[in-house]
C-alpha cells in the first residue's frame, strides 16, 4: 500500500513565501532566548561546581548557587547547557525539540531524584531544593519549547505553519505525478482543501472530497476522486 502524501501544518491566513527570513522570528527568538538563559545558569552551576573541586559521586553534595552539587551533577549541567546553546543556534524545530525533551527529562529527573533523596542512591547529590528547580526548569523548557508550535491555530509567524523546503515529507512516489494543468490545479485545490479541514475552516465541498479521497491511498487515485467531483470522470495516467 502506497504512503499517503503527508501534508506540513499550515495556516489559511497570511502565507509567508518559503525562506522567508523573517518567518518564525518571534517564535524563534523567545525559544532561544528561553533556551540561552536556562544553558547560561546550568553553564556558570556546572563550572562552579568544577571550580570547587567537588567530589564526583558524592552523595553529599555542596552548595552551589542555592542548590546542591557534586562532580556528577557538574558534568551533566555542562553538558545539556552546550546542548541548549547548540540548539539555540540552530533552527526554530531544533531548538525546540531540543527544549522538549531536555524539559522532560528535567521532570523525569526531580521524580526520579526525588524518590532516593537521603539514600545511597542519590549520586547527584540532589536535596529538596534540587527537585524543585528541575521542576520549574522542566515546565519552563516544555512551555517555550511548545510556544508557536503545539495548538489548534498557529500564529502565521510560526516557523511550524508553513511548509519549508528540506522538510522531510511522505511523499508516494509509486503514483502518477501530475502531468496536465488540470492535474497540477486538482493537486492544490486538494492540498489547500486538506490544510483547510486541519485548520476548521473547510466548506462543505472541501470536507466532502477529502472524506472522499480518505477512501483511497494513491495519489493517482486521490486526484481521481478530486477531479470526479468537478466531473471530469475520467481515469488519471
Same mark, same amino acid.
Given at each position: 500500500m502506497a504512503p499517503r502524501l503527508h501534508l506540513p501544518h499550515r495556516t489559511t491566513r497570511s502565507p509567508a513565501p518559503a525562506g522567508d527570513p523573517h518567518l518564525g522570528a518571534r517564535v524563534f527568538a523567545v525559544?532561544? =532566548?528561553?533556551?540561552?538563559? %536556562? =544553558?547560561? +545558569?546550568? *553553564?556558570?552551576?556546572?563550572? *562552579?561546581?568544577?571550580?570547587?573541586? *567537588? !567530589?564526583?559521586? #558524592?552523595?553529599e553534595g555542596r552548595?552551589? *548557587?542555592?542548590?546542591? #552539587?557534586?562532580?556528577?551533577? #557538574?558534568?551533566i549541567s555542562v /553538558?545539556?547547557?552546550l546542548v541548549l546553546l547548540v540548539a539555540a543556534a540552530r533552527s526554530p524545530r531544533v531548538a525546540s525539540t531540543v527544549m522538549i525533551v531536555v524539559g522532560t527529562l528535567f521532570l523525569l529527573s526531580a521524580l526520579v531524584n526525588l524518590a /532516593?533523596?537521603?539514600? #545511597? +542512591?542519590?549520586?547527584?547529590?540532589?536535596?529538596?531544593?534540587?527537585?524543585v528547580f528541575s521542576v520549574v526548569v522542566g515546565l519552563l523548557l516544555l512551555t517555550l519549547g511548545a510556544y508557536g508550535r503545539i495548538?489548534? @491555530?498557529?500564529?502565521? !509567524?510560526?516557523p511550524y505553519a508553513h511548509a519549508r523546503p528540506g522538510d522531510d515529507e511522505e511523499i508516494d512516489l509509486t503514483s502518477d505525478l501530475p502531468a496536465t494543468p488540470a492535474e497540477i490545479a486538482a493537486e492544490q485545490a486538494m492540498?489547500?482543501?486538506? %490544510? =483547510?479541514?486541519?485548520? @476548521?475552516? =473547510?466548506?462543505? !465541498?472541501?470536507r466532502r472530497r477529502v472524506?472522499?479521497?480518505?477512501? %483511497?491511498h494513491s495519489r493517482g487515485d486521490r486526484r481521481r476522486v478530486w477531479m470526479s467531483f468537478d466531473g471530469a470522470g475520467r481515469e488519471l495516467r
Open positions: 525559544q532561544r =532566548a528561553g533556551a540561552v538563559l %536556562v =544553558a547560561a +545558569f546550568l *553553564l556558570v552551576f556546572g563550572v *562552579l561546581g568544577f571550580a570547587g573541586g *567537588l !567530589d564526583y559521586f #558524592s552523595t552548595q552551589i *548557587l542555592g542548590l546542591s #552539587s557534586n562532580g556528577l551533577l #557538574s558534568t /553538558v545539556v547547557a /532516593v533523596l537521603r539514600t #545511597s +542512591f542519590n549520586i547527584l547529590a540532589f536535596e529538596f531544593e534540587n527537585v495548538g489548534g @491555530h498557529l500564529p502565521g !509567524d510560526s492540498r489547500e482543501a486538506e %490544510v =483547510a479541514v486541519v485548520q @476548521h475552516v =473547510a466548506t462543505n !465541498d472541501q472524506a472522499a479521497m480518505a477512501r %483511497v
